[in-house]
């Protein structure tokens, strides 16, 4: 007889003990053991656990085991989390099974060893069939659903509590989650405006409601909000830094001319642009959507055209503003020049244009439903011993469930945006399926985007400077993980599960539209690397710059790799990160308003918020 040493990890998780009696299997290339009863009247949360499992002979390599969880006599029905299990073989070789996932059921569930496995490395019978296996339930558990035709598919499901356990919040999240809605409900209802409808009658009014909470950044946009100077840095490096683009030739549309703006020290407009001088942000993606109605009053949405300009001080300035897309005679372009109301008018309009487009387009669509297309597609189609799931599995934590939250109270009949939004309702769905269709790759890639939209050398764009770094950081960890399980592009052409993975992200979540330039499948090693680091980048740093952050960027509670080498990369990436935490804390010592956004620290693993 040999033994095998099996130490059980459970969860540090509420609710994750078990009463229930635990078995284990375990299956090897020479053959398999008998189920076995991890003798133990409890398993709490957070225990680690050693049991011998006897065999008559050694079982060769580990490829799999197999747990199950069966209700005892009259002991209820409960849940387990087991974090993983490793086993010393009687050869004194280890063995890692990473599981991360609830047992609540009385089936049985196999898991692969952790040494990551292509589909075409599976040599053994056992490894082929538990993959074909997984991905079938996958198949099954999560499943496409066209929420609003032209939009990006989202997750079938009957809201965040249909999810299976794994995806939704933790108890701690949600604690978390529902004591910030409390605590703002309670303070809406001290000041009284919880159900107040009596409209505002000065800004007064409005800095009441946010004196109890002020941060550095709030307080100085109370204080100099009517500024220029404020309303062009926005533009850079506020929570919408992806519209601003360099203007050489004025569209056709914005018939601004040189005696309409000034330009300081006797340049002037056509001098400047041919200078590159002169910057854009345009609205066109909310042209002629109607706007929502919202208790009976009908709002209003306008698709401005904001000019701006880079003075030799290096300060970028508002210096022309047209509010709709078309030149007509009741759309005049506003001057810095006209009344201090008027242009102060025209601004605020720019403004909530900025809201609806920033929110709808670059915050909604651009993060939350393609991260979810992408944590869709990954568990359909990749198990979890491929070395794809174990690099990109952390960067979807709780996206499904604040998605379906989203959609819930957010774009649902009685949610926020719909109610109160002036591009809420109907007219949110048709923006957004407007906004996918004009979606490129090069728009998600952001060295691209910034190449395209001339925005290289803008001085004080932090955005681009964080930003851009941190594609690096994250680009050079994403290859050195995908070169040491990928070593030449014919593997990556014998990757179905890859192809079939990517092939679902162009089909549910760019809609077949060849025109984007996403690609349908790989060829080369360097493709995957280029997509991968955009997707780690678009569920992490892009939602962290145009939203906020929860748990730090490079840091995995969970050990899905087991190999050294891809596990010195994760703890480099951390490393680098680190530093270059410092090095923006560093530089904003020096900044009137401190661009965080970016900060690694506040930078989320996934779209989680």
Not at 9 to 17: F, K, M
Not at 163 to 188: D, H, I, W, Y
Request: charged letters at 20%; hydrophobic letters at 35%.
């Amino acid at each position: 007889m040999v033994d095998y040493e099996v130490t059980v990890y459970t969860g540090d998780r509420l609710n994750s003990t078990t009463l229930n009696p635990v078995h284990i299997k375990l299956v090897g290339t020479d053959g398999e053991s008998e189920r076995t009863w991890l003798r133990s009247l409890v398993i709490f949360s957070g225990s680690v656990s050693t049991y011998f499992v006897s065999c008559p002979n050694s079982l060769g390599q580990l490829v799999l085991i197999e747990l199950d969880k069966r209700q005892f006599f009259l002991l209820p029905d409960d849940a387990w989390f087991p974090d993983k299990v490793e086993i010393k073989s009687p050869e004194r070789d280890i063995y890692t099974f990473p599981i991360y996932c609830w047992i609540n059921d009385s089936e049985t569930h196999r898991f692969r060893e952790g040494k990551a496995l292509r589909i075409f490395d599976e040599s053994n019978t056992f490894g082929q069939h538990a993959r074909k296996q997984e991905l079938s339930q996958r198949s099954l558990d999560y499943g496409w659903n066209l929420y609003y035709s032209g939009m990006p598919y989202t997750i079938k499901a009957d809201g965040p509590t249909s999810l299976p356990n794994e995806l939704q919040f933790s108890f701690t999240k949600m604690t978390e989650f529902a004591f910030t809605t409390v605590t703002g409900l309670a303070e809406l209802q001290l000041k009284g405006l919880d159900d107040n409808r009596e409209n505002w009658e000065s800004l007064d009014n409005i800095n009441e409601m946010l004196r109890f909470k002020g941060t550095l950044v709030s307080d100085y946009v109370q204080e100099h909000w009517k500024e220029d100077g404020l309303f062009a840095y926005q533009f850079l490096n506020g929570v919408h830094p992806t519209l601003i683009q360099r203007c050489k030739t004025l569209p056709k549309n914005f018939p601004v001319t040189d005696d309409m703006v000034f330009i300081p020290d006797g340049s002037n407009l056509s001098t400047e642009l041919k200078e590159g001088n002169i910057y854009l942000c345009d609205y066109k993606n909310l042209d002629g959507f109607p706007a929502n109605t919202i208790q009976g009053i009908q709002q209003y949405l306008m698709a401005p055209l904001v000019l701006l300009h880079k003075r030799p001080d290096d300060k970028l300035m508002p210096i022309a503003i047209q509010l709709k897309q078309t030149p007509a005679d009741d759309n005049p372009i506003f001057l810095p020049t006209d009344s201090t109301y008027d242009w102060l008018t025209a601004k605020i309009f720019v403004r909530s244009a900025d809201f609806s487009e920033h929110q709808i387009n670059a915050h909604l669509l651009r993060t939350h439903l393609l991260a979810e297309v992408f944590v869709v597609s990954l568990l359909r189609n990749m198990p979890m011993v491929h070395p794809l799931y174990k690099l990109l599995i952390p960067h979807t934590r709780y996206t499904l469930h604040i998605n379906e939250l989203g959609r819930m109270r957010l774009m649902g009949p009685i949610g926020v945006f719909t109610k109160f939004a002036g591009s809420g309702g109907e007219t949110l769905m048709k923006i957004m399926a407007s906004s996918l269709s004009s979606i490129t790759y090069r728009v998600l890639c952001l060295p691209d985007d910034i190449a395209d939209r001339d925005m290289q050398d803008l001085p004080n764009f932090h955005y681009r400077d964080d930003g851009l770094q941190l594609w690096n950081i994250i680009f050079k960890y994403v290859q050195g993980v995908i070169q040491y399980y990928y070593k030449n592009d014919d593997e990556i052409q014998l990757d179905s599960e890859l192809q079939t993975w990517m092939w679902d992200i162009f089909k549910y979540g760019f809609l077949s539209q060849p025109q984007t330039g996403i690609p349908q499948g790989f060829t080369t090693v360097s493709e995957l690397i280029k997509f991968a680091t955009m997707l780690l980048f678009t569920s992490s740093c892009q939602h962290a710059a145009v939203n906020s952050g929860q748990v730090p960027l490079g840091h995995y509670p969970e050990d899905h790799f087991t190999e050294e080498i891809p596990r010195q990369l994760q703890k480099e990436f951390k490393v680098e990160l680190d530093r270059l935490s410092i090095t923006i804390n560093n530089r904003n010592k020096d900044l009137e308003i401190p661009y965080t956004y970016l900060d690694p620290k506040n930078v989320e693993n996934s779209v989680a918020i």
